[in-house]
């Protein structure tokens, strides 16, 4: 059974340009999370789509957004870059159902360097 | 609002012998689950163990087990036969059932397996 893929799995921008990242979940998984892992600041929780929709958004400015799409898939989006948005984004995924008992299961990263 | 709390950042253990990974953690709320990842150089996170507020025996996985005390909100990863393979950064987390956010990470701890 395939693993949560991401694409891409390096990015260089540079300051104001837009990025964007791509997550597929394990198959039958209906919950997308995103995570930014930078340095010095840890794991944080970026935003969790289910079914579609956004459920709920971490600490972050409007200018990180994503979606949903109808097979599951997600798309974050990180406009005008600024240079502490250089970080490793994790994208998980999980079969939802009750919040303390859905393990999720991460993908390899995108690794995000601003200039 | 929950909260991890990894205290130990680094530690080396010399390979074969047991090694005890401490997590604390913090949460009004009755019913959560507890899990450890394994995030190796590359940056991926990989899914250890997981435990539930409410299971009465300790989760064990293979060579990983959990030992969870729940009066006093610890839920320590032991990985005995330590291997030069399980040199990683091992993170908990945890996430409440009443919850809508994805999970909480602790700071993590850098595990050197030393032969």
């Known amino acids: 059974e395939a693993g949560v893929t991401q694409s891409p799995t390096h990015l260089i921008k540079t300051r104001g340009q837009q990025a964007t990242l791509r997550c597929s979940p394990i198959s039958g998984h209906t919950s997308v999370y995103w995570y930014q892992q930078a340095l010095g600041l840890g794991l944080q929780f970026l935003l969790w789509y289910d079914e579609g929709e956004e459920r709920n958004r971490g600490n972050f400015p409007p200018r990180f957004s994503g979606r949903q799409f109808p097979n599951y898939s997600s798309e974050l989006n990180v406009n005008a870059l600024e240079l502490e948005d250089s970080a490793l984004y994790l994208c998980?995924?999980?079969?939802?159902?009750?919040?303390?008992?859905?393990?999720?299961?991460f993908g390899p990263g995108t690794r995000l360097l601003v200039l | 609002a929950q909260k991890i709390t990894q205290t130990q950042p680094g530690m080396f253990v010399q390979e074969k012998e047991a090694v005890t990974l401490d997590c604390t953690y913090d949460?009004?709320?009755?019913?959560?689950?507890l899990f450890w990842y394994k995030q190796p150089s590359s940056g991926e996170m990989i899914f250890l163990i997981y435990?539930?507020?409410?299971?009465?025996q300790n989760a064990t996985e293979g060579r990983y087990s959990l030992n969870f005390q729940k009066a006093r909100k610890s839920a320590n990863l032991v990985i005995s036969a330590s291997q030069l393979g399980d040199s990683a950064m091992y993170f908990c987390?945890?996430?409440?059932?009443?919850?809508?956010?994805?999970?909480?990470f602790g700071k993590g701890t850098h595990l050197i397996i030393q032969p």
């Open positions: 998980a995924s999980g079969s939802s159902g009750r919040a303390g008992g859905e393990t999720q299961y």
């Open positions: 949460t009004s709320d009755q019913s959560y689950g």
């Open positions: 987390a945890m996430r409440e059932d009443g919850g809508d956010d994805g999970l909480t």
């Open positions: 435990q539930g507020s409410y299971d009465e």
